[in-house]
């Protein structure tokens, strides 16, 4: 017995420098990579604060010296920069609710109906995730052609609610999905019919991926630059992306300016997060395992 246990000590023992050594390893490459991704916006903060002529300085300086909220005053004053804000968080705003209300009952019909061809008709709706989103850009001019949507915020609202509706749709009905059906038959048993067991048992349940699905259209709304390029001319109907890319003059850039004001618009999408990222994790997981 004596034996066994010191033969059991010394593995032990030699596999604690193994298993310290593999942390090590681990850490530090973590460390490494969260340099690497934090590095560009330690730079972009630091550009931001600092005077044109101090831009492009070599070695970069991370320490503003001198540093100015110039940058930041002229972004705020000029071109219209708070109509441009306004009309991106209205299409974004939209959008979002639109999408996530219509792609959540969608889920719910996926989730707890059965029909002929839904499987086929899901599938079909999942393609949308496999096309690539510039392939689609002359199709939606001319589709915005014919309908007179160009030079509108409710044209960008009708094709960002569509672009998501696949994704979210494929989140929620995972999500769905897994709610027990002795819920729907206990409020069956009550009288519900489909639409009260949607807004008073499926939605409340479905917080996380909810959430999941509103930080994604959000972002994707907020951010989206291609279709909007396309499709506004009129300067009234600017979003945040184009207004920020007419800083970027011809000869050259104000970078202290583009970063300011890409700052500035980063600001509702960490306000969207940290509302919603107590239930972020969970969603995205559920949506992609279940269905």
Known sequence: MTASLSATRSRRNRARPARGAAATFRYTVLIVGALVMVTPFIYMLSTSFQAQAYVL???????PNPATTANYSRALTTENFLLY?????????????VSVLVSSMMA???????????????RVLLTGLTIPAVM???PQ????TKLHLLDSLGGLIVFYIAGSLSLNTFLLRGFLASVPHELDQAMQVDGANAWTRYWRLALPLAKPALATATIFTFLNSWDEYPIALTMINNPNTRTLPLAIATFQGQNATQWGLVFAASLI???????????????????????????
């Open 265 to 291: 618009a980063i600001i509702p999408v960490i306000v969207v997060f940290l509302v919603f990222q107590r239930y972020f994790v969970q969603g995205l997981t559920s949506g992609a395992v279940k269905g």
């Open 85 to 97: 804000f306004a009309n991106s968080l209205v299409v974004a705003v939209v959008s979002t609710a």
């Open 57 to 63: 300085t070599f070695p970069p300086q991370f320490i």
């Open 136 to 138: 689609l850009l002359i």
């Open 108 to 122: 719910f019909a996926f989730a707890r109906f059965d029909f002929r061809g839904k499987e086929l008709i899901f």
């Open 141 to 144: 001019f001319v589709l915005a």
